[in-house]
């Protein structure tokens, strides 16, 4: 059995019941990811749009593809074809640009609320008082429907250090939750990464999102480096 196979076969069989493991691919070869699928993923979340097109190439459809990463505008149109969840969304005009891609190809793109638990300078994520607001303006737009939030907590925190973070998130997603705003389900809390997936699942997590517990630590794989990505066609690194 690879490491992979053995990672995601004792993660499937530790998770509670209902709490659904995205596999975080970025940086990961096609093959790898494929390995993480013949192992039982059924969720593969990407960063980027053109890694996510390169693994989908050899995976296809027999997986569904969230987006985790954040979005420019320009990668929209790409992105609504491609994903079956946006967990990353954190502005109206990226809002209303999928909804504009969405309607061309007649697709309602389900999308969680990113918050910036940790209230971080310069990160992606909605602070938590701002997300009742853009949730209110997301349920305008008929190609888009909310169901749930997503966050990261601060880059580099203890996993204990992010416990809080869990908890206000959790917190306002059950404030929405109970504003029963007309299209909003308020179904999937995305939080929880491979230092912290069981904290997030003590505090409500419902989806967790894990690479390095599945796939090993990044940066040691010879065969991948963003450097051998032409450099107009990266996105920009927005997760460290
Ligand atoms: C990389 C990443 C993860 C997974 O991180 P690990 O620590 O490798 O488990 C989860 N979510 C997002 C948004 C990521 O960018």
Redesign the pocket.
């Known amino acids: 059995m690879s490491v992979i196979e053995r990672n995601v076969k004792e993660l499937l069989s530790e998770l509670p019941d209902g709490v659904e493991l995205?596999a975080?691919a970025?940086t990961r070869q096609p093959e790898e990811v494929l390995e993480a699928v013949k192992a039982g993923i059924k969720i593969v979340?990407e960063?980027y749009v053109q890694e996510a097109e390169k693994a989908y190439a050899v995976v296809g459809r027999r997986v569904k593809w969230h987006l985790?990463?954040s979005l420019q505008k320009n990668k929209v149109k790409k992105a609504v074809e491609l994903f079956d969840m946006i967990?990353?969304l954190d502005s109206v005009a990226i809002a209303a640009e999928i909804d504009r891609r969405c309607a061309q190809i007649g697709k309602v793109m389900p999308v969680l609320i990113e918050i910036n638990s940790g209230k971080e300078a310069r990160k992606s994520g909605v602070l938590p008082e701002d997300t009742e607001k853009l949730v209110r303006e997301v349920l305008s737009l008929s190609n888009l429907k909310v169901m749930g939030l997503?966050t990261?907590g601060p880059a580099g925190a203890e996993a204990g250090a992010l416990r809080p973070c869990f908890i206000e998130t959790k917190r306002v997603f059950e404030k929405i939750k109970r504003l029963n705003l007309p299209g909003v389900e308020m179904k999937y809390l995305s939080m929880g990464?491979?230092?912290s997936?069981r904290i997030a699942i003590e505090e409500g997590a419902n989806m967790i999102?894990?690479?390095?517990?599945?796939?090993g630590e990044?940066g040691c794989q010879p065969s991948f480096h963003l450097s051998a990505v032409p450099t107009q066609e990266r996105q920009p690194l927005s997760?460290n």
């Not at 999102?209 to 796939?215: D, S």
């Open positions: 995205v975080a970025k979340g960063n985790i990463g967990e990353s997503m990261m990464m491979s230092d997936y999102r894990l690479g390095t517990r599945i796939f990044r997760r």
